[in-house]
């Protein structure tokens, strides 16, 4: 994808060395975006996810290391079978025809979620796509569907039970996360204004950084992206420390 003069300066300013290794987007708005135009929110949810094609190998180009998205909560059963099924239509289509992108741009694809609870012909793409994207080590893409962070954690604790480990401690019990090795966020960012978690990874996200953007997922392009990134290189990280 060319660069913009935007997006060229605001590369200018990013550190380098300070990348987020960990970034985690809820991808929220699409179904007001469709409304603002008179459009059906399936319209907003095509849009979103075609967000993605631009959203991840730039992720992937700034430097970052694992990105997890937010695509359907645990919670979003309770909307009409209609937009589930479209939207559930619409993730089995963007994976099927991204599969030799994510190859060329070596992208891992990890589903996290009770992904037995969805429908079969989403559950054969994604293990599909997985299988055949395993070996990549450009980034990580954990893509979130039917999670929610209680229920990361309850299976958690179900898993422990059934394994009993030895000793249980923060760093075993994130083992058995869906997120299992790999790091925390480093930063969440949150599209559309709304300030909640909305029971996203409630444990990982212990001490992230929070960017709230206005933004609506399907207007969020690489350059809001880049502005996130920066507003996270200005924060100061203190987990629980005093200033130096
Ligand atoms: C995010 O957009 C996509 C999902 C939650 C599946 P929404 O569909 O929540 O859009 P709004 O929040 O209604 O605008
Ligand atoms: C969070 O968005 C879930 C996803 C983006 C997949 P929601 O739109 O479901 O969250 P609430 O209902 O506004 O908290
Ligand atoms: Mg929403």
Redesign the pocket.
């Known amino acids: 994808m060319p660069q913009s003069q935007k997006e060229k300066e605001l590369l200018s300013e990013l550190d380098k060395s300070r990348i987020p290794e960990h970034v985690a987007i809820?991808?929220?708005?699409?179904?007001?975006?469709?409304?603002k135009r008179g459009l059906p929110?399936m319209v907003?949810?095509r849009k979103?996810i075609k967000r993605l094609k631009e959203i991840v190998p730039a992720a992937k180009d700034y430097g970052i290391k694992i990105l997890t998205l937010?695509?359907?909560?645990t919670e979003?059963w309770n909307?009409p079978k209609r937009?589930i099924r479209g939207?559930f239509r619409a993730l089995e289509r963007y994976l099927r025809d991204e599969v030799e992108e994510l190859q060329k741009n070596s992208i891992h694809l990890h589903p996290i979620g009770r992904l037995e609870r969805l429908p079969s012909f989403l559950q054969e793409e994604l293990s599909r796509v997985e299988r055949i994207t395993k070996n990549n080590k450009g980034i990580i893409l954990n893509l979130a569907l039917n999670y929610g962070g209680r229920s990361d954690i309850v299976e958690a604790v179900k898993k422990i039970i059934a394994n009993r480990p030895e000793k249980i401690d923060e760093e075993t019990f994130s083992k058995y996360l869906y997120t299992s090795g790999q790091p925390d966020p480093d930063l969440l960012i949150r599209t559309?204004g709304?300030m909640r978690i909305s029971n996203f990874l409630l444990w990982q996200l212990a001490y992230s950084e929070i960017w709230v953007t206005p933004t609506?997922?399907p207007d969020f392009k690489k350059e809001d992206l880049l502005q996130a990134i920066l507003g996270y290189q200005k924060r100061e990280r203190r987990f629980g420390r005093i200033e130096k």
């Open positions: 809820i991808m929220d708005g699409n179904g007001r975006w469709a409304k929110r907003g949810h979103g937010f695509a359907f909560s979003n909307r937009e939207l559309s709304e609506l997922w």
